[in-house]
């Protein structure tokens, strides 16, 4: 038995084991607390910037909510292609037993996933943050194409995975938020494990072919991803809905922000990590 099916089957039966109701597994109260915190203060995009530094508490806490709700609108948008792809390659691309038996088990807790957003974005914001991303059209060789779809998925769920684990156990957030963060972590726990012994395993299969080449412009295309969807933390609708005035202003300062860049290559360590040794990528990169 293979790796990959090993860890297949792991996961299957733990999925079974704490299979829930999303309808049921959270208690959604009429409103949030006005006085609480939505998100973790130093997960704020602006936190320690000197915008943030001139924004009363209160102010704070309004840009927190705002960005607690376009964090949850990144990971809805990122898990709509991901339902697609997977159910395509489920059923198209994907022949063994106990890989596509997990699949199911996955994407029904995706479902769940964007039911918890989505009830979340509905009752407090009133709408769901439009994605951003824009897709250039880029030639990859073969095979290129399953690679940089799995990676999209594990990058939406390394990166929001880190942001998970703190506010889970933030004790200062609404508890509706803890909640709603440490249901996907349990999940998500799953669907590393799961996605990075996937991942290896095409990777290792694909690649045998590809020459030099075209392994450096492919680890090109992944690094320009990873930076880019950073940026898409970085949302100018949250900005403005906070009140903020100069939106792009507050964008550029977080992104120039060595206390921002910093956060966001400790937040990514692990994902990175684990694509150097996965042999992915060839040493540790440094982010925008």
């Known amino acids: ?44 995009s602006l ?49 063994d037993l106990a890989v596509t038996e997990y699949m199911h088990h996955f994407m029904d807790e995706e479902n769940k996933h964007m039911m918890m957003f989505s009830g979340f974005l509905r009752r407090y914001l009133g709408r769901v943050y439009p994605e951003k991303k824009i897709s250039f059209a880029r030639e990859m060789p073969k095979g290129g ?29 609404d508890q509706i938020c803890r909640d709603i963060n440490r249901v996907h972590h349990v999940d ?17 299969e694909i690649t045998a072919e590809w020459n030099e080449e ?7 295309w992944l690094l320009d991803y990873i930076n880019a969807s950073w940026r898409d933390f970085l949302n100018p609708s949250v900005y403005r809905d906070a009140g903020i005035k100069d939106t ?10 060595e206390v921002c860049r910093e956060h966001r290559q400790r937040a990514s360590e ?11 990528l060839t040493a540790m990169p440094v982010l925008d």
């Not at 939406?156 to 933030?170: H, K, Q």
């Not at 998500?188 to 290792?204: N, Q, V």
């Open 1 to 44: 038995m293979s790796k990959v099916q090993t860890v297949a089957q792991q996961m299957t039966r733990a999925s079974q084991k704490f299979f829930y109701d999303p309808s049921t597994v959270l208690d959604f109260p009429e409103a949030l607390d006005p006085d609480g915190w939505a998100m973790s203060p130093e997960l704020v």
């Open 47 to 95: 936190y320690d910037t000197p915008i943030w530094h001139e924004m009363t508490e209160e102010e704070q806490k309004r840009l927190a909510f705002y960005e607690c709700c376009g964090f949850f609108s990144l990971i809805l948008n990122g898990e709509r292609p991901l339902l697609e792809g997977m159910s395509h390659r489920m059923y198209v691309n994907e022949k």
């Open 270 to 280: 692990k994902f990175l990590t684990n694509l150097v040794d996965s042999g992915i």
């Open 214 to 220: 075209e392994l450096e412009d492919f680890r090109s």
């Open 248 to 257: 792009y202003a507050a964008r550029e300062a977080a992104l120039k922000s």
């Open 188 to 204: 998500e726990a799953r669907h590393i494990r799961f996605g990075r012994a996937y991942l290896k395993s095409k990777w290792d």
């Open 145 to 173: 194409e399953d690679l940089s779809f799995l990676l999209k998925v594990l990058v939406v769920e390394e990166l929001s995975d880190y942001y998970n684990v703190v506010m889970g156990a933030d004790e200062r957030l």
